[in-house]
């Protein structure tokens, strides 16, 4: 095991990183890191790193996977693996990246409850508010994480898992608050349930594209699903499977010379007119169309529209809700 840690500035502009090459884990602690961004596609690597993000600055502008949203001061993002991202100002960022060697939310998933709501949910990006209660606890856990990069000894990994572990439960207490219909008794199994069919979707849904497969998997009817998501989510468990197979669409044209037909033979639909009506139907573009506004938009360099908390600058591709025909 090895401690690196790496100051481009001052202090408070650092890169903290623990490692163990035996295990392949890799976590770290990025503090106000002005090159921090991803921005290239990658699926299914088991390198990648997971992250939670926090804006401890005034708001600013973050783009995740080409859609720029509005991230308010003092709330946290996580941020998938597979995901691309830049934010207006990094500086303002602290940033935990793990990869699933240093921990596997979903081996441990009875620890953390995160599966498929926090990580491996719905195309949905969350954004957690941090009341002044919470700014403080996570301000704490911050300081001792940093104190703890610094014991370079046998249990360093384990201990900075714990702490990992806390951050995690403390984020996924206040999304089921925020994001869950904001009922702190909230019922676990019905939360599991939510959570199992977001994580089979990320799992099939460039194979599977209806509900029905996902019920059945889950041992419950279609019906059961959808009372569920009523539940706990604006979105049916239609639009969750249809939306996130647009969202993938959407980061193939943008981040590979994939052609449609690539595109649409990797997603699981037969023939082109099947894909572009549905690429249409979530984006008010077809594929062809598509593709030249990405042209348009990087000779632009940006979007030029005004966003809300949560909500993305670029309306013309926000996916909507739909079904396949």
């Known amino acids: 095991m090895k401690l690196k840690m790496e100051r481009p500035g001052a202090l408070e502009n650092m890169k903290l990183t623990f490692s163990d090459r035996e295990k392949n884990a890799e976590f770290h602690l990025l503090i106000g890191e002005t090159g921090f961004e991803k921005s290239s596609y990658r699926a299914h690597r088991k390198n990648d790193l997971l992250t939670i993000?926090?804006?401890?600055?005034?708001?600013?502008?973050?783009?995740?996977?080409?859609?720029?949203?509005?991230?308010?001061?003092?709330?946290?993002?996580?941020?998938?693996?597979?995901?691309s991202f830049h934010f207006s100002c990094p500086?303002?960022?602290?940033?935990?990246?793990?990869?699933?060697?240093?921990?596997?939310?979903?081996?441990?998933?009875?620890?953390?409850?995160?599966?498929?709501?926090?990580?491996?949910?719905?195309?949905?990006?969350?954004?957690?508010?941090?009341?002044?209660?919470h700014q403080r606890k996570i301000q704490i856990l911050f300081e001792v994480f940093k104190d703890e990069f610094q014991q370079?000894?046998?249990?360093?990994?384990?201990?900075?898992?714990?702490?990992?572990?806390?951050?995690?439960?403390?984020?996924?207490?206040?999304?089921?608050?925020?994001?869950?219909?904001?009922?702190?008794?909230?019922?676990d199994h019905k939360f599991q349930l939510f959570r199992q069919f977001n994580l089979l979707v990320e799992l099939n849904y460039r194979n599977q594209h209806d509900v029905q497969f996902y019920a059945e998997a889950l041992h419950r009817s279609s019906k059961t699903v959808a009372n569920v998501f009523a539940l706990y989510?604006?979105?049916?468990?239609?639009?969750?499977?249809?939306?996130?197979?647009?969202?993938?669409?959407r980061r193939l044209f943008y981040y590979t010379d994939k052609s449609a037909k690539e595109v649409y033979t990797e997603l699981g639909f037969e023939d082109a007119a099947h894909f572009s009506r549905f690429f249409k139907k979530h984006t008010n573009l077809s594929?062809?169309?598509?593709?030249?506004?990405?042209?348009?938009?990087?000779?632009?360099?940006?979007?030029?529209?005004?966003?809300?908390?949560?909500?993305?600058?670029?309306?013309?591709?926000?996916s909507k809700p739909g079904f396949i025909e």
């Open 152 to 187: 370079a000894d046998q249990v360093q990994g384990e201990m900075l898992r714990m702490l990992l572990v806390r951050l995690i439960i403390t984020l996924t207490r206040l999304g089921k608050q925020q994001y869950a219909g904001g009922e702190p008794d909230t019922d």
């Open 233 to 249: 989510g604006k979105k049916s468990p239609s639009q969750i499977i249809h939306e996130r197979i647009a969202l993938e669409a």
């Open 91 to 133: 500086e303002d960022v602290i940033a935990w990246q793990f990869n699933r060697d240093f921990y596997c939310i979903i081996t441990h998933d009875q620890e953390v409850s995160c599966v498929g709501f926090l990580f491996y949910g719905s195309s949905q990006t969350m954004f957690i508010d941090l009341d002044q209660a």
């Open 287 to 318: 594929p062809s169309e598509f593709k030249k506004s990405i042209l348009l938009k990087r000779q632009k360099g940006g979007t030029g529209h005004s966003a809300k908390p949560g909500i993305p600058l670029i309306l013309s591709i926000q």
């Open 53 to 83: 993000a926090w804006n401890t600055g005034q708001s600013q502008r973050v783009g995740v996977d080409e859609q720029e949203y509005v991230f308010p001061s003092n709330t946290m993002l996580p941020l998938m693996a597979n995901q």
